[in-house]
């Protein structure tokens, strides 16, 4: 069994949740999980979901089974066994959050205690990190974490890494902006205790696409003139993003592929502008991409999409909570940029150049035979196995 915790009790953790039960009762088919039908050891059926924390007062104390109801979701029996516990705040959390956190009203040193506490109960081997997006800078040694964890200077994903790294043979799986992957100080950290962390951020909506559109565009030494790509949605991670630091964090994570794809950085418009409530979870997505073609002409392309922006994630998440689990098995410690680099849209350790979606893929399925051989599973060509067995 493969002990799992979200941090972040919100819509992708709770699309998770829910989805995982139900996949695993198979009455939900595997599509939006990349790796779904590759054995490499961790079956989905052994995920289980062991705690939750959260620091939304409505959240706090309920069940997953209420949450995922209060979405609207079809509620699933499994659900009521796991309840949101208190997470920590800090400076960092959204003013539109009333919270019960453990930090409220405490002593930042006795909060940090306590979730060390909740952690030993809890005996987590993958923490997933679906908390608000937050803007952060890499830390480079541990000494400057732990400082800067004490004086309560850190945005709360970074603390969150710190008290999981305090640990050995556990993966953090960070899904959203703040640097954990891309922090020195954190995957050397985990490589030296035998612990992992995966991130920073998914690549779930226009971001996928687009880096492939650049590696096509490339190829065929075409000139990108300009690259606009702008979401607008209507949920909860949207309402955060109208904060102006929330949204450059989504900026730089989304944009820093052009150069290195491209050879070259061309004028762009890349980041979430806008939330709008009646679009809910499903954004509206646009994209203009034009360059300079054979013998100087402008060709021009336009994308229009709607997208169900957190269950793109949560499926993702499927398949990092079972990677995280075989890399550690493997003995594989401190980040993988195998994975990072498919899933990922600012791919770990720091200074890892981008490179299109399609190719790194490859890199993953190729990183998935090594845990294969490592299990003493026979060695077979995943690349066929993971295209042709859907059903
Ligand atoms: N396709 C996608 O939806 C997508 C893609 C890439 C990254 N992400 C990232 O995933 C994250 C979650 O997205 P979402 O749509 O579920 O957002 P959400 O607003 O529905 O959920 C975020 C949850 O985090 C909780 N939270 C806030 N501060 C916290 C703290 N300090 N400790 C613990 N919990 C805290 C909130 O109360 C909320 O329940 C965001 O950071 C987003 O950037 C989402």
Redo the contacts with the bound molecule.
């Keep these: 069994m493969v002990r799992v915790a979200i ?7 709770t699309i998770f949740a829910w989805g995982l039960a139900r996949l695993k009762k198979g009455l939900l088919e595997p599509w939006g999980v990349p790796l779904a039908r590759v054995d490499f050891g961790v079956p989905v059926e052994s995920l289980e979901i062991v705690a939750s ?4 007062a409505a ?1 706090v104390g309920r069940s997953l089974y209420e949450i995922a109801r209060g979405y609207g979701l079809e509620p699933e029996p499994e659900l009521k066994e796991v309840a949101v516990s208190p ?4 400076g ?3 003013s539109f ?1 009333k919270t019960a ?1 453990l930090d409220d009203g405490r002593p930042l040193e006795d909060a940090l205690a306590r979730f060390r506490e909740l952690l030993d109960d809890a005996r987590p081997d993958v923490l997933i990190d ?4 937050v803007r952060s800078r890499p830390l480079f040694t541990w000494e400057e974490a732990e400082r800067r964890v004490a004086e309560g200077s850190l945005p ?1 994903s970074q603390v969150y890494a710190y008290l999981a790294l305090e640990r050995s043979g556990v993966a953090y799986v960070n ?3 703040a640097h954990v992957a891309c922090s020195p100080a954190f995957v050397e950290r985990a490589a030296e205790v035998g612990s992992l962390v995966l991130g920073d ?2 690549a ?2 226009a971001t996928p696409l687009t880096v492939d559109i650049a590696e096509h565009l490339a190829e065929r030494n075409r000139r990108v003139l300009s690259v606009a790509q702008f979401n607008i949605g209507g ?3 949207f309402l ?1 993003l109208t904060e102006p630091e929330r949204n450059l964090a ?1 900026e730089e994570t989304k944009s820093g592929f052009l150069e290195d794809v491209l050879g070259y950085e061309p004028p762009h418009f890349i980041r979430p502008t806008g939330y709008l409530e009646p679009l809910g979870d499903r954004k509206f997505v646009a994209m203009h991409i034009q360059w300079v073609s054979f013998g100087g002409f402008v060709d021009e392309l336009v994308v229009n999409m709607r997208i169900n ?2 269950p ?2 949560a499926g993702y998440l499927v398949d990092l909570a079972r990677l995280a689990y075989a890399s550690l098995r493997a003995g594989v410690y401190g980040t993988v940029p195998e994975i990072n680099l498919f899933y990922m ?1 600012r791919p770990g350790p720091l200074g890892t150049r981008h490179k299109a979606k399609m190719l790194a893929y490859r890199d993953l399925l190729s990183f998935v035979e090594r845990l294969r051989e490592s299990r003493g599973l026979p060695a077979r060509e995943a690349v066929t196995r993971a295209r042709t067995s859907n059903p």
């Design positions: 941090l972040g009790q919100g819509y992708v953790g924390f959260d620091v939304d959240k997470g920590l705040k800090l960092s959390t959204p959050i956190a679906v908390t608000t997006t709360h899904a959203q902006p951020d998914g779930t909506g949920n909860t991670d955060s989504k922006d957190s793109a994630l849209k």
